[in-house]
């Protein structure tokens, strides 16, 4: 038995001889020669761990004027500004804009008019032009002039002049019809009133102009706009943006003013409107600015708290100085809607002058003789469009012009 075992251990032995042997000789088996190719170049070794370690860690590092640049190109020269100075800021300088003068401004803007207002004109001469003008011939008339928003009171009254003198005119040339027509609408209209916006005070400076109205009517707009018209006209203006509950409300104003250089007055988001419009009246008489205009928040005219509040914003106004204008802003396109909005008005404060917006856009041409006749004061302003300077001076012939055209 214990022979058996020795020869097994033999065996083992032998075999591991071996197989060493055979494992030794494949690990030194030469490996082929590199193959030689002149025409390649080796490429750079690698380095190794460590290899940076080489540089000391406390070399002083180079400062960017100390690296050549591609091309030999200089680093720029960055000039520092003394100390405890801070680098001026180049603001860029506000353009300010010279407005277009207001003279023959709704002259101008006459043919932007006509388009709108061409219909009442045309209707009527086409009217009055017929052979035989009998009950129903007048009667459209009547439908033309009321459709339009004259009013039921001066359409009688211009029918019933109309019939009186085409009766005496007897025959009829569309010359002469045109020359009648536009003598009776300039009547309608009122060439007598006073429509210059008053900013010059008798005793001091400044005049001091608040602008009121509904929402969405454009007294903001109106009241820039209006700037640039007082201008244009050579006269100074303080901006009051008492419109504190609309927040872009004020900004708007301000860019408005400057734009033409006029000074803007305004308070915190949500403010009290009096104040910032006294402030605003109290910054005119220091600066010894011509005129102050006030932008007061659009307040629908059935809320009596906010109308209230616009009876306030007067009182506290004319602590500083009385009021020479209130200007009424109405939208043209609303109508008789517009009458009621300034019945209520006119009776929370004295409204002096009617500026009406988007005249341009609407047929209802009418509205300025309805307006007037409803508060027995002059329309002194139209709105003809989206422009800087679309705002003009009410002129009653260019306006009946337009109407009755060319």
Do not use: C
Not at 65 to 79: I, K, R
């Amino acid at each position: 038995m214990d022979t058996v075992i020795l020869a097994v251990v033999i065996a083992v032995v032998v075999l591991a001889a071996v197989g060493g042997l055979v494992v030794g000789g494949r690990r030194r088996r030469p490996l082929p020669p590199p193959t030689t190719r002149p025409d390649l170049t080796a490429p750079p070794a690698e380095p190794h761990v460590g290899d940076e370690a080489e540089t000391p860690r406390d070399e002083p590092r180079r400062t960017i004027e100390e690296v050549d640049l591609p091309g030999g190109a200089a680093p720029p020269t960055v000039e520092e500004p003394p100390a405890g100075e801070l680098p001026a800021e180049e603001l860029p300088a506000v353009e300010i804009e010279v407005p277009e003068p207001t003279a023959g401004r709704l002259v101008r803007l006459r043919a932007r008019l006509s388009r709108s207002q061409n219909a009442l004109g045309k209707g009527l001469l086409a009217l009055l032009s017929r052979e035989h003008l009998d009950d129903d011939t007048w009667e459209e008339i009547e439908d033309i002039l009321l459709t339009a928003d004259v009013g039921v009171q001066p359409t009688q009254e211009l029918v019933e002049r109309l019939r009186e003198r085409v009766k005496v005119l007897g025959t009829r040339t569309p010359a002469e019809l045109r020359t009648l027509l536009r003598e009776e609408l300039l009547t309608l209209v009122g060439p007598e009133l006073d429509r210059a916006v008053r900013t010059e005070p008798e005793t001091g400076k400044p005049g001091v102009v608040m602008v009121v109205g509904v929402n969405g009517t454009g007294k903001t707009t109106t009241t820039g706009k209006l700037a640039r018209v007082l201008i244009a006209d050579g006269q100074t203006v303080v901006l009051g943006a008492a419109d504190t509950f609309r927040a872009a409300a004020a900004d708007q104003l301000q860019t408005w003013g400057e734009r033409v250089g006029a000074y803007t007055v305004r308070g915190p988001e949500g403010g009290d409107p009096a104040s910032v419009a006294f402030d605003a009246v109290k910054e005119g008489k220091e600066m010894a600015a011509d005129v102050v205009l006030i932008d007061t928040a659009g307040r629908l005219h059935t809320k009596t708290g906010l109308m209230d509040e616009l009876g306030k914003v007067k009182r506290v106004v004319e602590k500083q100085a009385p009021l020479d204008e209130v200007l009424l802003v109405l939208d043209a396109t609303t109508g008789q809607n517009g009458l009621v909005q300034a019945r209520v008005f006119a009776e929370v404060v004295d409204i002096t002058g009617i500026v009406l917006t988007k005249l341009d856009g609407t047929a209802k041409g009418g509205i300025v003789v309805a307006v007037q006749r409803e508060l027995g004061v002059p329309v002194k302003l139209v709105g003809l469009g989206e422009g800087a300077d679309d705002l003009a001076p009410f002129e009653p012939e260019a306006f009946v012009d337009a109407l009755i055209g060319e």
